[in-house]
T-cell receptor, first 114, second 118 residues
């Protein structure tokens, strides 16, 4: 079974530039998460999709971050314009529904804003 | 209030010894799930073990066991016979329903950095 795919693995941009990350979840997983993980901290949920609908985006900085999930499968997360404090690893995860379903994570995208 | 609290920023253990990583959680739900993940320096998040709130037995997976004390709202991870490859960040996480019931959030603690010494 293929895992969660993310690209790119690494990205370096200047502040005020824009950047986009892509995620392809495990086939059949209706729930998709985007987490931001700042160095030395735990993952913080940015946005959660159930199929192609948004379940929770309460911690997404909507003035600069946006995300969509096309046809309930792939997802993109965009930052425009980027700030220095956006430097982090962006993790995509997917899961089946239910309290007992573990989330499977991609390898993450390490973003550095200079 | 934090949903998941991991009070140990760092832990050290000698190779072949056992170590306990602490986790307490906060929820008013009756149905929830508790998870532990390992994150090596390479960055991937690796699922280790799961405990459901209704499970009466503590979960075990190989050298990992979860010491679940529901009344105290704690879900400590025990690693037996530590190996050098166990050196990593360890995250406790909780899955609970959003109000309204049919979708589930997954919240992580801040993690514990475990170092296994030879």
């Amino acid at each position: 079974e293929a895992g969660v795919a993310q690209s790119p693995r690494y990205k370096i941009i200047e502040k005020r530039q824009s950047v986009a990350f892509w995620c392809n979840p495990i086939s059949g997983h209706a729930t998709l998460y985007w987490y931001q993980q700042i160095l030395g901290q735990g993952p913080k949920l940015l946005i959660q999709f159930q199929n192609n609908g948004v379940v929770d985006d309460s911690q997404l900085p909507k003035d600069r971050f946006s995300a969509e999930r096309l046809k309930g499968v792939d997802s993109t997360l965009k930052i425009q314009p980027a700030k220095l404090e956006d430097s982090a690893v962006y993790l995509c995860a997917s899961s089946l529904a239910g309290t007992g379903s573990e989330a499977f994570f991609g390898q993450g995208t390490r973003l550095t804003v200079v | 209030a934090q949903k998941i609290t991991q009070t140990q920023p760092g832990m050290f253990v000698q190779e072949k010894e056992a170590v306990t990583l602490d986790c307490t959680y906060d929820t008013s739900d009756q149905s929830y799930g508790l998870f532990w993940y390992k994150q090596p320096s390479s960055g991937e998040m690796i699922f280790l073990i799961y405990q459901g709130s209704y499970d009466e037995q503590n979960a075990t997976e190989g050298r990992y066991s979860l010491n679940f004390q529901k009344a105290r709202k704690s879900a400590n991870l025990v690693i037996s016979a530590s190996q050098l490859g166990d050196s990593a960040m360890y995250f406790c996480a909780m899955r609970e329903a959003y109000s309204g019931g049919s979708n589930y959030k997954l919240t992580f603690g801040k993690g514990t950095l475990l170092t296994v010494n030879p």
